[in-house]
């Protein structure tokens, strides 16, 4: 989304609605205010602070990590809450991790972005990839299955990496750019896969507070309209180009949905995310129970964990066998595990070399 897509501009000569001292410079997207810079700035920023203190996201001495892709999100995230912890003293230790998934092209030059973020705002950077955590990169694996699925690979091993770098940085929370159109999204992607489990705790503000590292989500109801605006009147320096494999993922066309409700009325991403709060899940969905991978550790509902799942069915060149669920692909795993009996049958690397 570039930014004078999104500036959209009040008639000249109009007042800031806020101050009613300095001439309009925007339309906000999220309330169609027509108000000044500064005090979209002030509005913004404090209304970011407001969901952090409501919701009590932080204690003062936490040590935090922000999720730092280069993209704007990230680096919004990462200009606001440097500003916010020394503003109203949080009293946080910020730390920039980011992971490179292996994507030429694309993530090595996002990973540059970050490495400038590091120096303007002074906050320490921990990269881990791909291919030492799990043997692989995008490319390689792209390469093997092609287009179609490749996002689920991604996504399940961008997570599990994000949680493996916190445990080296030794932080207490994890801070992530998902907005308010990113929860949006997600909780007509979960309806539409009737996945209960998920819709149950997607519009959580913090999540994971029963695994490694809980994870944080101050953007919750900060529209993406406004932070490309903040980003663009701020000038921060950030990556604006979009993944190279992402084009045909799912998730693009329930975005698109998204932004055609704003346009007709922009309320309908706060509606949406306060319907996903107020689902109640009937007393007889079986819900999953959370447990430990056998192979690795991380927290898992089966056996083994989706990472290993995914990462087995590479190594052993059937890339297809963790798409879709994974009950039967663990079941599989599990038998061929017995047949071994005993005799190490991954060839390469397990999901990542931290025990959790």
């Given at each position: ?12 000569g ?11 410079a ?7 205010e027509?108000?000044c ?15 952090i203190v ?8 936490e ?12 680096t ?24 490179d ?18 120096i ?9 990839s ?34 493996r ?15 308010a ?11 539409l ?14 999540t ?17 309209k ?20 992402s084009?045909?993922a ?14 007709i ?26 447990g ?7 927290i ?24 879709g ?15 071994a ?16």
């Amino acid at each position: 989304m570039e930014a004078e897509e999104v500036v959209a501009k009040p008639p000249k000569g109009r007042f800031c609605t806020i101050c009613n001292q300095r001439r309009a410079a925007l339309k906000r997207p999220k309330t169609l205010e027509q108000i000044c810079r500064e005090c979209f700035y002030a509005v913004f920023e404090e209304e970011i602070h407001g969901v952090i203190v409501d919701n009590q996201l932080f204690k003062p001495g936490e040590r935090v990590a922000i999720g730092a892709s280069g993209g704007k999100d990230s680096t919004v995230l990462a200009y606001v809450l440097s500003e916010l912890n020394r503003r109203h003293n949080y009293g946080l230790d910020l730390f920039l991790l980011s992971v490179d998934e292996g994507i030429t092209g694309y993530r090595d030059d996002s990973l540059e972005t970050v490495k400038r973020n590091e120096i303007q705002y002074g906050l320490p950077l921990k990269v881990v990839s791909y291919k030492d955590l799990y043997g692989w990169t995008m490319d390689e694996i792209v390469k093997l299955i092609g287009l179609k699925n490749n996002c689920t690979f991604c996504g399940v091993f961008r997570r599990q990496a994000l949680d493996r770098g916190a445990t080296l940085l030794k932080v207490d929370k994890l801070v992530t750019g998902h907005n308010a159109d990113d929860i949006a999204e997600t909780v007509l992607l979960n309806i539409l896969r009737g996945d209960i489990a998920r819709l149950s705790r997607c519009t959580s503000i913090t999540t994971g507070e029963d695994g490694p590292i809980p994870r944080c989500k101050p953007f919750k109801y900060t529209y993406e309209k406004e932070i490309v605006m903040y980003a663009y009147f701020k000038r921060l320096d950030y990556f604006s180009t979009e993944c190279i494999y992402s084009p045909n993922a799912y998730r693009g066309f329930a975005r698109e949905f998204i932004k055609d409700l704003e346009r007709i009325r922009p309320r309908a991403i706060l509606d949406i995310i306060k319907s996903g709060e107020d689902f109640r899940i009937s007393t007889s969905t079986k819900m999953p129970e959370q447990g430990n991978c056998e192979r690795c550790g991380y927290i898992s509902s089966q056996k083994w964990c989706k990472a290993c799942v995914l990462l087995e069915g590479l190594n052993r060149g059937l890339p297809k066998l963790g798409i879709g669920r994974s009950r039967g692909a663990n079941n599989e795993l599990s038998k061929n595990a017995k047949e071994a009996k005993g005799i190490d049958s991954i060839q390469s690397k397990q999901c990542g070399t931290l025990d959790f």
